[in-house]
């Protein structure tokens, strides 16, 4: 039993699931070592029903609410962390564009979204700092009905492969901090984009790259929210990304410790089970109790976010802890296999996968800085 999923979300996952191990698993090796994106793949997760499924039926999506998201997500992952950023991508963006997108210029991108038709990034870190998000050097400026943007951003996952982007960029004064910034729904075929694509660690099927902006002009009716807000505004929808990080990582950590699980209830050592040690049992045993809490608080922080309650502090615990604790429970799980783990093959490429995560879309400092400015105030945890 699970308080937050019902009969209907459990039905929904177990479609997701059937799709994830007949369609998405079989490639999971190839996409990393080609690092190509299947797009024909991601038209079929759309024609299911997979991408955004929280978005209204107006928008292309379903109005199943974020933990229907969530429980689609994990399923994803389990079968491969790469792909599943298609579904993350889709939530967080779906959301921003329509919630905060003029309604004639959102409305078509939310529907090749939901349809699996079209990518979207989000551009927000630049080349000399990450963390200090608010502190943007990518200049933005209003030039009679355009937009004209000059600058760099970095380590923007699918940088070379997305479609369209959503681009933070300053309007206001420097002085200004996050209530400078203005937020631009960017075509990547417009004249002066350009990008490339850096050789990650892990997640190679989505990548990662700088996109680099020379005079590239859009119309004002692609800004999203108000002009200087849009760092205020925009960045909200980060909690729902965040909670679903930690689904997603999490899945990989326990289908990682299913198959340890199985290993060592199999493979004999001194006429025994390995599973007979306590050396290899009790840890295990740790990493799928703590697994099972990081897990149950993710669909908390949705389940308070379907119901419009305060969840900051929830989903910046998710994503502080989740990819730490599936990154050091894959890696045991990797050494229970022995060298068997560590050669190239699934264990060692979820290892890789899920590594990223402590890094990019915020660290885990930044994410504890946010749970104490929620429970002491902002005041008592100055920047």
Known sequence: MNPYIDDDLATLAEHARRFAVGRVAPGFLE??????????????MGEMGFIAPE?????????????????????????????????????????????????????PWLRKLTRGDALLAIALTEPRGGSDAANLRLRVERVGNDYVINGEKTSISAADQADA????????TVEAGAHGVTALLVPTDVPGLTRNRFDCHGQRAIGRGSLFFENVRVPADHRLGEENKGFVQVMQGFDFSRALIGLQ????ARIALDETWDYVAQREAFGKPLSAFQGVSHPLADFDTQVEAARLLCLQTLWLKDRGAPHTAEAAMCKWWAPKLAYDAIHQCLLMFGHGGYDRGPMEQRLRDVLGFQI?????QIMKTIVARTRAGRTAVPA
């Open 360 to 364: 990019g879309d915020g660290t885990a």
């Open 31 to 44: 996409r990393d070592r080609t690092r190509v994106l299947d797009r024909a793949l991601m038209r079929e």
């Open 55 to 107: 978005l209204p039926e107006a928008h292309g999506g379903q109005g199943l609410g974020s933990l229907a998201a969530g429980v689609i997500h994990e399923e994803i992952a389990r079968a491969d962390l790469s792909l599943s950023y298609i579904n993350l991508l889709a939530s967080l963006n779906g959301q921003i564009l329509s919630a905060h997108g003029r309604p004639d210029v959102a409305a």
């Open 165 to 172: 982007v959503v681009v933070f960029g300053r309007t206001g």
């Open 249 to 252: 990582v999490l899945a990989v």
